[in-house]
């Protein structure tokens, strides 16, 4: 794959707004496909995971065997992008999880869920995103989880409310709120980059 040429980024189709990822993806100059199957791995230069409900993102993982072959993809050093149940997705430890709820991991980081979610269920808010250029980032929080504390190869791109809300670490991003609803599609356009690059 040359810099210039259209990476293949998957969007983790188990559950969840994958419908808004490919639309994003495809709009920031990937070809955009999704993804059920473990083989289908074998055929992406990047993957989204996106927004939903992780608990039942988790329990399809395992019943669609793809929760080890995911793991092991990202060990190897797949970019991914989670948004929201995605940020919870690619933690390596998380809060307020269900007792059985298993995450791919990826990122050194704790995330807790659904901390944003019982005051205000759903809000926006403007994001200043490290990064991104352009003035700050439409941020929509949905039940959104945040990130209590991040180890040391952790960059955070964003907070919120003194919460972070957005990390990266290696060709690992990770948000709380969702691009993918906003029609803004600079933070994909900020993964499909970290995907050419790796590419
Ligand atoms: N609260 C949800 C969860 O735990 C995430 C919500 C979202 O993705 N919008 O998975």
């Given at each position: 794959m040359s810099p210039v040429s259209t990476p293949v980024v998957g969007v983790l189709?188990?559950?969840?707004d994958v419908r808004e990822h490919l639309v994003a993806l495809a709009e920031s100059g990937a070809l955009a496909r999704p993804v059920r199957r473990p083989e289908e791995l074998a055929e992406i230069d990047g993957l989204v995971i996106p927004g939903g409900e992780s608990t039942t993102m988790s329990k399809l993982a395992v019943i669609f065997g793809m929760l080890e072959p995911l793991r092991e993809r990202v060990r190897s050093g797949l970019p991914v992008y989670g948004t929201c149940a995605g940020m919870i997705m690619v933690a390596d430890k998380i809060l307020d999880g269900r007792e059985d709820q298993e995450t791919i991991g990826g990122v050194d980081m704790i995330v807790r869920r659904n901390a944003f979610g019982r005051q205000n269920e759903s809000f926006e808010a403007a994001v200043d995103f490290a990064g991104v250029e352009g003035g700050p980032v439409d941020g929509v929080f949905i039940r959104a989880p945040w990130v209590e504390s991040t180890g040391g190869a952790v960059e955070v791109l964003a907070r919120h409310r003194g919460h972070t809300v957005a990390v990266r670490q290696g060709d690992v991003l990770a948000t709380?709120?969702?691009?993918?609803?906003?029609?803004?599609h600079r933070v994909h356009a900020l993964f499909v980059n970290m995907v050419r690059a790796v590419g």
């Open positions: 189709a188990l559950q969840g709380s709120f969702h691009p993918e609803l906003t029609g803004d």
